[in-house]
T-cell receptor, first 112, second 115 residues
Framework: GEDVEQSLFLSVREGDSSVINCTYT??????LYWYKQEPGAGLQLLTY?????DMKQDQRLTVLLNKKDKHLSLRIADTQTGDSAIYFC????????????FGSGTRLSIRP | DTGVSQDPRHKITKRGQNVTFRCDPI?????LYWYRQTLGQGPEFLTY????????KSRLLSDRFSAERPKGSFSTLEIQRTEQGDSAMYLC?????????????FGQGTRLTVV
């Protein structure tokens, strides 16, 4: 993803919170997404946030959006081994409502 | 209907050969997307259909690539004269039309290896 940036790796201890960060460049983006990809599996939509919101919570997941800084984060509370995966941040731009632009993904690994 | 299905799951081909992949979207979805994902990267947009009309194509889609969705249901992606650089996972996604936020559901992908 040329315009959506994420750090490549994150390692957390089981039971701790994980925070995955993302920056995007298009201020006109309408929806921002977090997808999860496990080894050998397809992309799974975890959650999304509309651009006029600044926070969304869904069980263990909390999404924070700072539209001014074009910064998006995903917090996973009480991280479990099953959360090990690659997490992709993605944006749907108003200028091209048909497509979703992905970041390069953050690989989350869990330490015992 | 259990989701987006892609066929084949894996394809190994010799350089220079043509390959064709198929995607069957979720039945009531009129939008269909093709993405390509290489190792360590996020999915890159290739092209998009609304019903049978191909509305957008990425510059990544060279002349060797062609996609069709003849009846607005399944879609095919053909790569002619494959090159080693075409090796990647090819992902298909579908979504409902209308409204701004239409969740895109992804298939398991077709992994292409060009030798």
């Amino acid at each position: 993803g040329e315009d959506v940036e994420q750090s490549l790796f994150l390692s957390v201890r089981e039971g701790d919170s994980s925070v995955i960060n993302c920056t995007y460049t298009d201020s006109s983006s309408t929806y921002l997404y977090w997808y999860k990809q496990e080894p050998g599996a397809g992309l799974q939509l975890l959650t999304y946030i509309f651009s006029n919101m600044d926070m969304k919570q869904d069980q263990r997941l909390t999404v924070l959006l700072n539209k001014k800084d074009k910064h998006l984060s995903l917090r996973i509370a009480d991280t479990q081994t099953g959360d090990s995966a690659i997490y992709f941040c993605a944006e749907r731009r108003q200028s091209s409502a048909s497509k979703i632009i992905f970041g390069s993904g953050t690989r989350l690994s869990i330490r015992p | 209907d259990t989701g987006v299905s892609q066929d084949p799951r894996h394809k190994i081909t010799k350089r220079g050969q043509n390959v064709t992949f198929r995607c069957d979207p979720i039945s009531e979805h009129n939008r269909l997307y093709w993405y390509r994902q290489t190792l360590g990267q996020g999915p890159e947009f290739l092209t998009y259909f609304q019903n049978e009309a191909q509305l957008e194509k990425s510059r990544l889609l060279s002349d060797r690539f062609s996609a069709e969705r003849p009846k607005g249901s399944f879609s095919t992606l053909e790569i002619q004269r494959t090159e080693q650089g075409d090796s990647a996972m090819y992902l298909c996604a579908s979504s409902r039309g209308g409204g701004e936020n239409t969740e895109a559901f992804f298939g398991q992908g077709t992994r292409l290896t060009v030798v």
